[in-house]
């Protein structure tokens, strides 16, 4: 598996307040994205990057902006936290397309009072 | 637009029985189709990925087929065990120049001891 963390593994907040979930990957990796995984919904994708500064809509990107610096890091930020936020967020990375697989992390479970 | 299916949402299977998951995608313009595995509370794990030109993909006990065609795909597990009990989704990739995956919403297989 790819080595991939997120940070923080749980969160709890209030509404209206900013939250930023970071993904953090070893293996240089080109692309990275960010899910979001809810009852009945299954996997929808928020903002992908496909390159350092690279980044693009998903489905669900309203409310949500990324940020990717550097290879390894990639940050989801909920610029003002809603309850419809609250959700469990994945980030996976994809060595090359059509080829590679898509390996995730282990999730980030975001509860939004 | 992309759209995948998974039925059924949920199966519950004695030990030892061979089973199908089937998953169906609306657009055969796709890169590849993955399957993947999900426990409760982690991640996603790649099981198979198979090529647009490819027809299966098997690893031991699991082979999973692609009609690009009729826009299907199946899941073969052999010899069911309760270890196999998770949620198994299927994703593609699209080929449309902006490598994202549209996920199904998973079936949640239990295997009974």
């Known amino acids: 598996d790819a080595g991939i963390t997120q940070s923080p593994r749980h969160k709890v907040t209030e509404t209206g307040t900013p939250v930023t979930l970071r993904c953090h990957q070893t293996?240089?990796?080109?692309?990275m994205y960010w899910y979001r995984q809810d009852p009945g919904h299954g996997l929808r994708l928020i903002h992908y990057?496909?390159?350092?500064?690279?980044?693009d809509k998903g489905e669900v990107s309203d409310g949500y902006s990324v940020s990717r610096s550097k290879t390894e890091d990639f940050l989801l930020t909920l610029e003002s936290a809603t309850s419809s936020q609250t959700s469990v967020y994945f980030c996976?990375?994809?060595?090359?397309?059509?080829?590679?697989?898509?390996?995730f992390g282990p999730g980030t479970r975001l509860t939004v009072l | 637009k992309q759209e995948v299916t998974q039925i059924p949402a949920a199966l519950s299977v004695p030990e030892g029985e061979n089973l199908v998951l089937n998953c169906s995608f609306t657009?055969?313009?796709?890169?590849?189709l993955q399957w993947f595995r999900q426990d409760p509370g982690k991640g996603l794990t790649s099981l198979l990925l198979?090529?647009?030109?490819?027809r299966e993909q098997t690893s031991g006990r699991l082979n999973a087929s692609l009609d690009k065609s009729s826009g299907r795909s199946t899941l073969y597990i052999a010899a069911s065990q309760p270890g196999d009990s998770a949620t198994y989704l299927c994703?593609?990739?699209?080929?449309?120049?902006?490598?994202?995956?549209?996920f199904g919403t998973g079936t949640r297989l239990k295997v009974l001891a």
């Open positions: 996976a990375t994809l060595g090359s397309v059509g080829t590679d697989t898509q390996y």
């Open positions: 293996e240089n990796h080109r692309y």
């Open positions: 990057s496909y390159g350092v500064k690279d980044t």
């Open positions: 657009d055969s313009a796709i890169y590849n």
């Open positions: 198979i090529q647009s030109s490819q």
């Open positions: 994703a593609v990739l699209r080929a449309s120049g902006t490598y994202k995956y549209i």
